[in-house]
């Protein structure tokens, strides 16, 4: 059977305040072609559909028509939920979409209630597909207490009790079944894309390869914004976002992943790139320079070697019409003032001008404005 695995479309993101709502439809309208275009069998979204856990309805349109789409002709459809997405309205989701054929998993499901999915691919293979969704700290113990009915101990780890429920999501794997998992999480060595929540990335929400046990043909994973491949005792992947969420991601190549399995034997994976979202891209210079930056059709951001002055970043963004973040080299940025001895009898305005002048910030209008405030203020 032919797998489509894609994570991380955070659709509803925005960049330094600019819509990207073009540039996700573009996106979604490339992974629905590469769909049919590679006749998949069943595609796997796992987790991270949305930016925040209250997308617009705008968002969700997006999304759901997306869904919708890669449904066409027969594939089965998986999705999870990240640590962006809102679990609640994923589960609000899950019975409506279950009528049209799509797999909605917003919360931890024992695997008799869901959270072992067993269907027949449209090539005729039977699939066992385990699927855990995101699990904080504390919704961890919860799953632990749903599926083994007795009270949790607290002094296990994070990592333990995701292999634990792992472990009894896989338990009907079989020899002559495809036996996939998909979860949205972190393992160590994975190389983080740049957009990552950190918070829910590092440290304790770390969880081990090993949990995936050796009969699981391949385990589709999202959460890191980087393509990669995990060693393990498996075939274990990131698909990656199939747009840069942030200039963090500039050096990362966006896509999805097309997976090949049949019973008995490990994934082939092949990677697929998309190029419809727009590039962004870090530039630097001074003024002059910039002028010389073919900005094309990229999201900018621009590091400035100039002094500060009133109106730079103004001239920058109409310099460069895709510049969304300016800022100057920390060669050029200003400094912290420090008290100095001998100020008594000076002026205002010249204890003014010596601090723009020790921090960095000299710059004639501003002083001639600061002049003209403390005349009006002074009478």
Known sequence: MKILHTADWHVGKVLKGRSRVDEHREVLRELVAAARSHDVDAVIVAGDLFDTSAPTPEAQSLVLNALMALRGDGRDVVVLAGNHDNPQLLEVYRPVLGRLGLHVIGSFRRPDQGGTLAFTARSGEPVRLAVLPFLSHRYVVRAAEVLTGTAAEHNRDY??????????????????????????????????????????????????????????????????????????????????????????????????????????????????????AR????????????????????????IVEEKPRVGLADDVRQ???????????????????TRRAGTAGRSPRELFRDYLAA??????????????LHDEVSG
């Not at 100057?328 to 200003?334: G, I, K, M, S, V």
């Not at 960095?360 to 001639?368: C, T």
């Open 359 to 372: 921090t960095g910030r000299h710059d004639d209008q501003v002083a001639a404005l600061f002049d003209r």
């Open 159 to 276: 990592a333990a009790r995701i292999g634990e429920l792992i472990g009894a999501l896989t338990a009907g794997f079989h020899a002559d079944t495809v036996n996939l998992v998909t979860t949205h999480g972190t393992l160590p060595g994975g190389a983080f894309g740049g957009g990552e929540r950190e918070a829910q990335s590092i440290f304790s929400y770390y969880f081990e390869p090993t949990a995936f046990p050796p009969a699981t043909q391949y385990a589709a994973l999202g959460h890191l914004h980087r393509r990669q491949q995990i060693p393990g005792p498996c075939p274990i992947w990131y698909s990656g976002s199939p747009l840069a969420v942030d200039f963090g991601e500039e050096g990362n190549t966006p896509g999805a992943l097309l997976v090949e399995v049949t019973p008995g034997r490990p994934a082939v994976v092949r990677e697929l790139t998309f190029a419809s």
């Open 319 to 337: 310099l460069l019409s895709g510049a969304v973040d300016v800022m100057l080299d920390e060669r050029f940025r200003p400094v912290p003032a």
């Open 279 to 302: 590039r962004l891209r870090t530039v630097r210079g001074t003024l002059e320079q910039l002028e010389g930056v073919d900005p094309g059709d990229d999201w900018l951001k621009v």
